[in-house]
């Protein structure tokens, strides 16, 4: 059983900073990769950074330049740090994890409950 918890959502004024956190937890072998995604109601869910085992980054055109996508294997942890915060990020934040439970067990996706970003303009 796997868990994520995100944390350092909330309110926050247009221009300000943001940092998320996830915090995996449970059997866990090997992360095999981690992202963030969002989500606005009545919209699809897009990708905004994710990191592979390689650590290689990814971001969406949306996140580039604004978003930082770091991780903390040891942990267990992913973060995603937020600048200069525009009214379009206001948006539910999710953690996903690529995750093993063994050298030979399948890896198998996992999600956060989700976190609120808003952002007032």
């Known amino acids: 059983q796997v868990q994520l918890v995100e944390s350092g959502g909330g309110l926050v004024q247009a221009g300000g900073s943001l940092r998320l956190s996830c915090a995996a937890s449970g059997s866990i072998f090997m992360i095999n990769g981690m992202a963030w995604y969002r989500q606005v109601p009545g919209k699809q869910r897009e990708l905004v950074a994710s990191i592979n085992r390689a650590g290689d980054i990814y971001y969406a055109d949306f996140a580039r330049g604004r978003f930082t996508v770091s991780r903390d294997l040891s942990k267990n942890t992913m973060s995603l740090q937020i600048h200069s915060l525009q009214a379009e990020d206001t948006a539910v934040y999710y953690c996903?994890?690529?995750?093993?439970?063994?050298?030979?067990?399948?890896?198998?996706?996992?999600w956060g409950q989700g976190i609120q970003v808003t952002v007032s303009s």
């Open positions: 996903n994890l690529a995750a093993s439970n063994s050298a030979w067990g399948t890896s198998l996706p996992y």
